[in-house]
């Protein structure tokens, strides 16, 4: 199983909430054609001292304790780290948004993170050259930008799995998200509600994870008013692993969350410490169906 971190950048338009979303490539073996938030695998260096330097020192510790692992334990400094290491590599590399503020805690700004813009392209090819753009700036992550949202992990029916952990963000003022044009082939700012009557439509397609998260964040944005009340309430939240089960039949696979009362009489594997959900959890979708051969 592969550890991965996903980040989902916001920003308020006349009081809306939007999501940064993009395309994977319809060619793409791994979620061909889905619209998915910026995000993929912990590399390697993501959790090395290199990298983990580049932590905003005034911050390091912020949020790292509310990552823990499949059975409850709390994960160690490099690895729970690096989680959000990753998430701040990916908005670069995916989005071209960058994460990032000077020694003193100010964010970087626009002009600096378009310059840097040409530099994705080696960011995707090698992790590495993520934290060097960073030495070399003089950079460092603020982990306070990104409030733990939520723990995904794949369910154990699939082939390759990932144990996931969702960031979400505020997009920096002036900075202006892009697609890769590598995996990714397009973007979007959504509402919550267009991407999923789009779902309805067929016009898009999306993961449960992906859906279930903006479910989840619409109904925030509802019961907080903004998107800073938001994040400021929402930073220390119950972030139990989520693991649903996969119900196959003859034309289509429903894929049924822990929350269901459905969920004990599927086969599969399940977080034994999750099975007290948390009421932002039970408001979401507890099942979707996905047909087969799509």
Not at 123 to 152: G, K, N
Not at 204 to 232: F, N
């Amino acid at each position: 199983m592969y550890p991965a971190a996903t980040v989902v950048l916001l920003r308020e338009v006349d009081s809306r909430l939007e999501a940064l979303m993009m395309r994977r490539g319809v060619g793409l073996a791994f979620m061909g054609g889905m619209w998915v938030f910026p995000g993929g695998r912990v590399e390697p260096d993501d959790c090395s001292a290199a990298s983990l330097a580049r932590l905003l020192p005034d911050a390091r510790d912020a949020g790292l304790g509310q990552l823990r692992t499949m059975q409850g334990a709390e994960l160690e400094f490099a690895a729970a780290a690096g989680m959000y290491v990753a998430a701040c590599r990916e908005a670069f590399e995916e989005a071209g948004v960058l994460l990032a503020c000077s020694a003193s805690g100010e964010p970087c700004d626009a002009d600096t993170a378009a310059r840097l813009g040409p530099l994705r392209d080696e960011v995707a090819r090698d992790a590495t050259a993520f934290t060097r753009m960073l030495e070399a700036e003089d950079l460092f992550l603020d982990t306070r930008q990104l409030v733990y949202w939520s723990h995904w992990i794949t369910p154990s029916v699939e082939p390759k799995r990932f144990d996931t952990r969702f960031f979400v963000a505020r997009v920096p003022p002036g900075q202006e998200a892009s697609a890769d044009l590598s995996e990714l082939t397009e973007h979007a700012w959504v509402e919550a509600a267009r991407a999923m009557a789009a779902l309805e439509q067929g016009e898009i397609r999306l993961v449960p994870p992906t859906l279930l998260t903006l479910e989840d964040l619409a109904d925030c944005h509802r019961r907080h008013v903004s998107l800073e009340a938001m994040l400021a309430a929402e930073a220390a939240r119950e972030t139990p692993p989520v693991m649903p089960r996969i119900e196959l039949s003859a034309d289509a696979a429903n894929v049924v969350m822990p929350w269901d009362p459905r969920y004990a009489q599927i086969q599969g594997e399940c977080c034994e410490t999750a099975i007290d959900f948390p009421l932002h959890f039970t408001r979401c979708s507890s099942s979707h169906t996905i047909k087969r051969g799509r």
